[in-house]
């Protein structure tokens, strides 16, 4: 058999940012083609302007058209080699040169990104991205003049209110006037931006001695608390596992974090209501439970320091490392253990767009000496300690939406618009996810040969969950289902997950409700408080602002967004897998319009999950 090759020679006479389509014909067949060899200019005397190359498409004499995709910088004197055609696994290579090009992507892969801790591998596709960061830090950083860096304390919670006169949404003008309401309070622990911490309570913990008279009054009339455990109404927010952590020194002095408990009840309006909150795990004398019959500012304080816990929980845990580090494991996996031409790699690349870049500057930005959520309550060390011990409690089930909704006992509460979105978001992700692997593994023996795959699975486990084999993660797969429902999770976890956690920052992230720092103790008697108490609790204007400056930046929208379900770089080759892209895609379309007209029945919509507004990617 003939076999043939195509090399391309790049000049360098393009611009920068000059796009443009190249046909290059040939008089003598080139047989079968098995790679693309691309080469830019290495002798061209004028100044280095590398070349974003797209893909390669090739017509045989014979009409065959064979797609070669790029999608990579090619700098002077590097020659690339393009896989084309369909998508191939390990055991399915018969000529021996492409089993030896494979062999040495992934060795070349693996010398480029190595696992270690704060390491990025991957910068030379993210001019764009980059632009619009310093871009932005720089508006803000005029805008803030005058404001970020002060240590004045704020003198009124109107004040507060003027920090953003020029960037407001729709829902934290509502937030700014409805913060101190119990029944938006237990709306955001279902639909704010940390959905993920509550569960149905039929037992009371036996450190959380909420008695019958304490709470009578904010159940139905009649009823008991035992009543309405049995009926399912009540649920319970414990946060436990930050208990014991050492808060950060401030002047010296250690801040404070509680690791606190509040009770929730279902009333008959639907409305999920706080009627009991302990600040600290141990009860005693001076940790009392506070009620909704307290003063004002008691209860108000009792509610601050349960969202200062969440807060900082929800920013290191629930959107720091369940998405963020999740999805860095699972590309730097993926760059190192699944060919260009492997049909994992092509499903999951685009869903990998710019997170190693974006998690090492939020290492540096976000987490480092002067960044925002070093100066929370339990600052770096602590931040660190509570991951470590969240990260020992991870599940895959608990990143599986549909059997976190069944653990916590979730499935019937009403208006919790995270979890009915969120169910049908992951349905079609399946089922997309189904119909690709099938197309590719229609046996599971063809799962178990697949040592590329094997590898790929038991790198995620051994590095990312650290071979813990109590969360459940596989370490290998046996059947195509495993395959399917682990490919869902990664999918569903760097788009609609991360959506969940992090577009809705800036419109929760009003200081009064959700702080990531507070600075006095907090009470230990009932009717000590004032309004001046909670000033002088919250954060003085300086660290305000650079908290919500960071929450601005991440909530914001920017000009080369990918929307869940499009994919730009056109990597499958076989016509049957672009009418799986077009289905999924007009099944996310459906459930947009479905989603946009539920909106405009509701006071607060919920819009975190509708598909025009997640990204493809964590890209922020």
């Known amino acids: 058999m003939h076999i043939g090759s195509l090399f391309i020679y790049l000049l360098n006479t393009s611009p920068c940012f000059q796009t443009g389509t190249y046909t290059i014909k040939t008089k003598s067949s080139l047989g079968k083609l098995l790679l693309v060899k691309v080469e830019k200019d290495p002798y061209f005397v004028f100044p280095e302007d590398e070349w974003y190359c797209s893909k390669m498409v090739v017509t045989t004499p014979e009409g065959d058209v064979i797609l070669f995709p790029c999608y990579r910088w090619i700098s002077r004197g590097e020659l690339v080699e393009l896989r084309g055609g369909r998508a191939m696994k390990v055991f399915e290579e018969e000529h021996p040169l492409l089993a030896d090009h494979r062999k040495k992507e992934l060795t070349l892969r693996k010398s480029l990104y190595q696992i270690a801790i704060y390491s990025c591998s991957l910068c030379f596709t993210l001019f764009s991205f980059l632009f619009f960061t310093l871009s932005y830090l720089r508006g803000i950083e005029l805008k803030l003049k005058g404001l970020l860096g002060s240590t004045e304390r704020w003198k009124s919670i109107e004040d507060m209110k003027k920090i953003f006169w020029f960037k407001k949404t729709t829902m934290s003008e509502y937030v700014t006037e409805h913060w101190k309401d119990d029944d938006f309070y237990g709306y955001q622990f279902l639909n704010g931006i940390n959905p993920n911490v509550i569960k149905r309570c039929s037992e009371l913990p036996p450190n959380f001695p909420v008695t019958e008279e304490m709470v009578k009054q904010f159940l139905e009339k009649g009823s008991s608390l035992q009543k309405e455990m049995e009926k399912g109404n009540i649920f319970l927010y414990d946060q436990t596992k930050m208990d014991g952590i050492p808060p950060r020194t401030n002047n010296g002095e250690p801040l404070h974090v509680t690791a606190g408990l509040c009770l929730f009840y279902l009333n008959p309006e639907n409305k999920l209501m706080p009627i009991a909150i302990q600040l600290h795990q141990q009860p005693s004398e001076q940790n009392p439970i506070f009620l909704p019959s307290d003063t004002e500012t008691d209860w108000l304080l009792a509610k601050m320091y349960i969202k200062n816990a969440d807060y900082m929980d929800h920013e290191a845990v629930h959107h720091l490392m369940r998405t963020h580090l999740v999805a860095e494991a699972c590309a730097v996996a993926t760059f190192r253990n699944l060919p260009v031409i492997h049909p994992l790699y092509k499903l999951l690349i685009s869903h990998f767009r710019y997170t190693i870049f974006i998690n090492s500057a939020a290492r540096e930005k976000l987490l480092g000496p002067d960044g925002p959520l070093s100066i929370s309550s339990l600052g770096y060390e602590g931040l660190m300690e509570l991951m470590r011990r969240s990260l020992s409690e991870m599940t895959y089930s608990s990143l599986c939406l549909p059997e976190n909704i069944a653990a916590r006992g979730l499935e019937s509460i009403p208006n919790f618009y ?99 720092l507070l600075l006095k103790p907090p009470p230990t008697t009932k009717g000590q408080s004032s309004m001046k108490t909670i000033l002088e609790t919250l954060p003085n204007i300086g660290d305000t602002v650079k908290i919500q400056a960071m929450e601005w930046m991440l909530s914001t929208n920017y000009t080369d967004k990918v929307p869940m379900g499009a994919y730009p770089e056109e990597r499958f080759h076989e016509p049957a897998l672009k009418q799986m892209i077009k289905d999924f895609q007009a099944e996310l379309s459906y459930l947009s319009e479905e989603i946009t007209a539920r909106n405009l029945q509701l006071e607060v919509p919920y819009t975190y999950l509708n598909p025009t507004q997640i990204e493809n990617s964590i890209t922020i």
């Open 418 to 516: 995270y979890r009915d979105d969120g169910l049908k978001l992951w349905n079609i992700t399946a089922s997309f996810v189904k119909s690709v692997v099938e197309y590719y593994y229609p046996s599971d023996s063809e799962v178990g040969k697949d040592t590329e795959l094997q590898d790929w699975i038991n790198e995620i486990f051994t590095r990312c969950i650290l071979g813990n084999t109590a969360s459940g993660f596989p370490s290998c797969f046996n059947t195509v289902e495993e395959v399917i429902r682990f490919v869902t999770m990664v999918i569903f976890t760097v788009t609609a997950q991360h959506a969940a956690v992090n577009n809705g920052q800036f419109d929760y992230g009003w200081m009064p409700n959700n702080s990531l």
